[in-house]
């Protein structure tokens, strides 16, 4: 460890020898990088929302049971008691006909001017049942057998298709991630095969004169950390400056979804790409030291 930092001084020199002899290179390599951890950001951001979209969804998943025609309001009031009662039932509220035209109303927002053309109130009272939905398909199937509970209104389809498609990033995801790590690994031990070249004949002096593999070695993997985590950096860079131009734009168009807040977005996206590229850069640069032979 000591030997490290006194040398210091020496490999940071060696670092950016490498990386100015093969310039060209490493500008490319660079931008590649950059663009592949930009995609990579993308695909999670995606993620996050739409996992934070069907967990929201879940924690107001809601039925509605509509009563058989003729209840008394008593026996309305004892069903709802009971559903109230059932196992993965958070909460069970009913809901008279004035309620349900509120609601309705409010719901229909400029469009709610057609209701006045009812001369009665058309909509019926009916109890509103927020549940698990891991435990949904088990309180419709109770709820639906109560006596005096005509039907049963769900949004199962709705966030079953909601889940699909968050299992649909999330797979893209994981390709996009794979892909990630292979790409850079290969982008940044290429470069480093071409830094042994281009300086293979300061290293075989090297070891003529002894020195370890790790001394020889260490400069190549602080410019392979260096190039991915610059890469990094702007990757980053990159994606906050889209979420702070569209993202606002985003959830303003779509106000009825529940997005995850963009500060929380933007700390961490930028700690995982960080940590990534280093760990890229790391990898890479180990597997092209592997080419450096005393011949």
Known sequence: MKSLFYNMGYFIRELFKTIRLSALSNFFSFIGTS??????????ISWWIGDNLVS????????????????????MHKLV????????????????????????????????DILELFDDNPFESYIDIRINLDDMDSVISRV???????YVRDNRDVLAQ??????????????VALAVGITTIIIISHMIRQ??????????????????????????????????????FAAVGLIVLMLEKGYAQLSGYLMFLPFPSVSELKQNISYIIIVISAGLGLFGSLFGLSSIKKD
């Open 35 to 44: 663009l592949i951890l930009l995609l990579f950001g993308l695909i999670l």
């Open 56 to 75: 929201s969804l879940k924690d107001e998943a809601q039925i509605s049971a509509y009563f058989s025609p003729g209840m008394e309001q008593e026996q």
């Open 81 to 112: 008691d009971e559903i109230a009662s059932m196992d993965g039932v958070t909460t069970a509220r009913y809901i008279d006909t004035e309620m349900a035209y509120e609601e309705n109303k409010r719901l229909l927002g400029d469009e709610a």
């Open 144 to 150: 639906t057998s109560l006596q005096g509970i005509d």
């Open 162 to 175: 909601l889940k699909s498609l968050v299992n649909a990033i999330k797979l893209i995801g994981s390709v």
């Open 195 to 232: 830094g042994i070249y281009n300086n293979r004949e300061q290293i075989n002096t090297l070891w003529l004169l002894g020195a370890p593999s790790w001394f020889i070695g260490f400069p190549f993997v602080l410019a392979g950390i260096l190039l991915t985590l610059l890469g990094g």
